[in-house]
């Protein structure tokens, strides 16, 4: 027979959603539902879905070894914002049957039970509005309530599919903790101590004088004895909503056309720069969500250097509704292709969604005196990028790579470089040409001919070296012969020598021509390119 409740910590509602990251990427359009699919963080699987467990993929797995055992795999990497982002509208949606929600982390949320029950007029009434409202929204959840927020979150995941809902009774929450294992706790280190010590199951955790953990595992020890006896102390705190920054445009019916999205969407955009100035924000990274009336989604990042106005705002989902899914353009998804403006599209765009990915303080945003983007450029560069298209004005940034062509990055005005750019440019490469580098770099390497004294191909042996001393060139096909004044490598290109597909040997050299023109020389494939010419 069930003891009464520990006193002080109510009893708690925990609404658990299995797979979460997997279940956000599948939300985001980031991987097909109903697939063989992983999420990967730091090379390990950290969650699968049913079709990949199915076969024999588990957490914990290196990559390559899940992607053995099941070679249809389909990954994405691990992305904690993504989590929270798309777990906001189910926060909200639960908010609306039961009030009072604590997110625990995304895909875990508590509430305290005694309110809820009150208002439904049960624990099983209240689980089940709970239970209801994720399904609402085409979420499979489970619930558990106990004396604890650790008992329910243990209930919640020891339920059912078919019984989503379990619930402890009143001072139950210790006889239903004794059996599970130590690794219950969430802490690796202490779990793996505890079994050393002979310890496996909570129960015999639990058993231990309170007094002992602490001198022998401190106050964190004492914490999870406390939660493996069934007197979790932590109490659920209700979070405070947050007023919305994000704005959405619904249309019944859908529209095909790029301009007529983009008159009904002016009011909305003016409403969602409005509201973050009127909390004091600007954003300076905005997040477009486009959606047809076949389900398919778009979705892409954009950024600003200054801020966006609802003009620019407005300008970013004309473009994304413009993009072909070149590189570099918003991911599609069903295969729709946006076509320019004005033109009719393959399914009509339902809703458009504007949300605020990153925002400052108005305040700093103000120009700076000294330095910065001028105000006048910036205005005359967004107005070629809104009557030309968004890849027509680039910027360069210094990216990573041996051959130089691969050291500039050219990136759409307005935009950050890739993630990680500055890092790959800071690395050694071993096999890059030392300084100076040439001022001029074709994007293509130019086919060129170097030849030796007897008017003869020059070739390499297998270590690189000229079979003979370089005597003439020729820049282009059909041009005079140029004699070779000096010459100076090689400079040996080895990458991927471990991947046959995806391996490249080649050799770069210097020459001076008769002309006085510096080249840089790449032989590779049996033939000879020009890389750069030196200025």
Not at 218 to 234: C, E, T, V
Not at 434 to 443: I, N, S
Not at 510 to 529: T, Y
């Amino acid at each position: 027979m069930s003891g009464p409740a520990p006193s002080g910590v109510p009893r708690a509602l925990v609404l658990w959603f299995p797979d979460w990251p997997l279940i956000a990427a599948q939300l985001a359009g980031e991987v097909p539902d109903r697939v063989a699919a992983a999420v990967i963080d730091k090379g390990l699987v950290a969650v699968c879905s049913a079709e990949a467990r199915a076969a024999g993929v588990a957490r914990g797995l290196r990559i390559r070894e899940a992607q053995v055992r099941c070679p249809e795999l389909a990954t994405v990497p691990a992305d904690p914002e993504r989590s929270a982002r798309e777990f906001e509208p189910v926060v909200r949606a639960l908010e609306t049957a039961v009030p009072g929600v604590q997110v625990l982390r995304p895909g875990l949320c508590a509430v305290k039970a005694r309110g809820a029950a009150r208002y439904y007029g049960s624990e099983e009434a209240a689980g089940g509005a709970a239970l209801d409202s994720a399904a609402s929204l085409g979420l499979e959840a489970r619930a558990g309530i106990a004396d604890s927020v650790f008992a329910a979150e243990q209930a919640a995941r020891a339920a059912a599919e078919l019984h989503p809902l379990r619930i402890i009774g009143p001072g139950g929450s210790a006889r239903f903790l004794a059996p599970l294992p130590v690794t219950a706790l969430g802490d690796a280190r202490l779990a793996s101590l505890l079994k050393r010590l002979g310890l496996s199951t909570l129960g015999d955790f639990a058993a231990l004088p309170a007094a002992d953990v602490r001198s022998r595992f401190g106050d964190d020890g004492l914490a999870a004895h406390a939660r493996a006896s069934g007197r979790d102390p932590r109490a659920v705190v209700p979070r405070v909503p947050p007023s919305p920054l994000d704005r959405t445009a619904e249309f019944e019916p859908g529209l095909d056309r790029v301009d007529q999205i983009a008159f009904a969407l002016r009011p909305v955009a003016e409403d969602f720069i409005g509201g973050l100035m009127r909390a004091g924000l600007a954003c300076t990274q905005l997040r477009v969500v486009i959606t047809d009336d076949s389900g398919a989604r778009s979705e892409r990042s954009w950024g600003h250097p200054n801020q966006f106005s609802p003009a620019d705002a407005l300008d970013r989902v004309r473009w994304q509704l413009q993009s072909s899914g070149q590189e570099g353009h918003p991911r599609r998804h069903g295969g729709a292709a946006w076509r320019s403006s004005g033109a009719s599209m393959a399914a009509p765009v339902v809703q458009v969604r504007l949300l605020p990915e990153r925002v400052d303080l108005l305040g700093r945003r103000a120009q700076a005196l000294f330095g910065g983007v001028d105000e006048r450029l910036d205005h005359g560069l967004h107005r070629l990028q809104t009557m030309l298209g968004h890849g027509s004005v680039l910027h360069a940034a210094s990216g990573g790579g041996r051959l130089l062509a691969e050291r500039c990055l050219l990136v759409p005005w307005g935009e950050d470089a890739p993630p990680g750019t500055a890092d790959r440019a800071g690395r050694p490469w071993p096999g890059s040409v030392p300084p100076p580098l040439p001022a001029v770099v074709f994007p293509e390497p130019v086919p060129v001919v170097l030849l030796g004294d007897d008017s003869a191909p020059l070739d390499v042996d297998d270590r690189g070296l000229l079979r003979a001393a370089p005597a003439w060139f020729t820049p282009a096909p059909g041009s005079a012969r140029r004699p070779v004044r000096s010459w100076a490598g090689p400079w040996p290109l080895r990458e991927r020598w471990w991947d046959t597909a995806e391996s490249r040997r080649a050799e770069r050299f210097q020459i001076l021509d008769g002309d006085g023109e510096a080249w840089l020389l790449l032989r590779e494939g049996g033939r000879w390119w020009a890389e750069a010419r030196y200025d």
